[in-house]
């Protein structure tokens, strides 16, 4: 395993440990439930089949992420665009029926790929991309996604928060520098646990740390606006 990788499995541990500890530490909010805010990194889902063209073998976990029954997997890709090539990128598991790359914008400029805002798992007409292993390549047609910001939560979530699946909020993150992101995916599901999803291009543009926490402020209004 080279330097590279190690590093990323640290900062990848490193930031999974600090989001943990994150309640705890929370910086305060105004208003609402504070909602530990985690940032995805880049990486890829893989089908069964392309594992197999990559790796020659089914993936293999490392350490579980904070959604149960996810994992960050042993091992890494090359993603390979019109315009450029990102080495390293992480894969987590388990295997799913398509393959899905999910990408910042800042990634998709680097990448030279058009990739659309969605939500996992819809990847009709998004851009392919090639990925590559130190022994496999494998052409993509689709999956390139830039993720949707979403917060994962269960049922009962759901009900104390007063939100629906599928419903877009508005949420309050804070940090250095607080901001207000609209047309945030409430996704409902007993096996999620509490915790809101960004890339790090929004993270970044907040100046967010592990202590960082959202606060539902309002849900999507017809036009657009942000309504308690
Ligand atoms: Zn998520």
Same mark, same amino acid.
């Given at each position: 395993?080279?330097?590279?990788?190690?590093?990323?499995?640290?900062?990848?541990?490193?930031?999974?440990?600090? /989001?943990?500890?994150?309640? %705890?530490?929370?910086?305060?909010?105004?208003?609402g439930e504070?909602i530990?805010?985690?940032?995805?990194?880049?990486?890829?889902? +893989?089908?069964? !089949?392309?594992?197999?063209? +990559? &790796?020659? !073998?089914?993936?293999?976990?490392?350490?579980?992420?904070?959604?149960?029954?996810? &994992?960050?997997?042993?091992? *890494?890709? *090359?993603?390979?665009?019109?315009?450029?090539?990102?080495?390293?990128? !992480?894969?987590?598991?388990? #295997?799913?029926?398509?393959? %899905?790359?999910?990408?910042?914008?800042?990634?998709?400029?680097?990448?030279?790929?058009?990739?659309?805002? *969605?939500? /996992?798992?819809?990847?009709?007409?998004?851009?392919?991309?090639?990925?590559?292993?130190? @022994?496999?390549?494998?052409?993509?047609?689709?999956?390139?996604?830039?993720?949707?910001?979403?917060i994962?939560? @269960?049922? /009962?979530? #759901?009900? =104390?928060l007063g939100v =629906?699946?599928?419903?877009?909020v508005c949420v309050r993150?804070?940090?250095?520098?607080?901001?207000?992101?609209?047309?945030v995916?409430?996704?409902?599901?007993?096996? &999620? =646990?509490?915790?809101?999803?960004?890339? &790090?291009?929004?993270?970044?543009? #907040?100046?967010?740390?592990? #202590?960082? @926490?959202g606060t539902i402020i309002g849900r999507?209004?017809?036009?657009?606006?942000? *309504?308690?």
């Open positions: 395993m080279n330097e590279n990788a190690i590093r990323d499995i640290l900062e990848d541990i490193v930031i999974h440990v600090m /989001s943990q500890l994150g309640p %705890q530490a929370a910086v305060p909010c105004p208003e504070p530990a805010v985690e940032l995805s990194a880049r990486h890829v889902h +893989l089908s069964e !089949a392309d594992a197999l063209a +990559l &790796f020659g !073998a089914p993936l293999t976990p490392v350490r579980d992420l904070s959604q149960p029954g996810q &994992f960050l997997c042993r091992e *890494r890709v *090359r993603l390979i665009g019109p315009k450029g090539v990102m080495d390293n990128i !992480a894969v987590l598991g388990p #295997a799913r029926g398509s393959s %899905q790359v999910e990408i910042s914008r800042t990634d998709a400029r680097i990448l030279g790929v058009d990739a659309p805002v *969605r939500q /996992s798992g819809d990847i009709d007409g998004t851009p392919g991309i090639i990925l590559a292993s130190q @022994t496999g390549i494998v052409g993509l047609e689709r999956g390139v996604i830039v993720a949707a910001r979403h994962h939560m @269960t049922p /009962s979530d #759901a009900h =104390r =629906r699946d599928n419903e877009r993150v804070g940090g250095e520098r607080p901001l207000v992101l609209e047309d995916v409430v996704r409902v599901h007993e096996n &999620f =646990r509490l915790s809101m999803h960004i890339d &790090f291009d929004e993270g970044n543009s #907040a100046g967010w740390s592990s #202590a960082v @926490t999507k209004g017809e036009h657009g606006l942000c *309504r308690p």
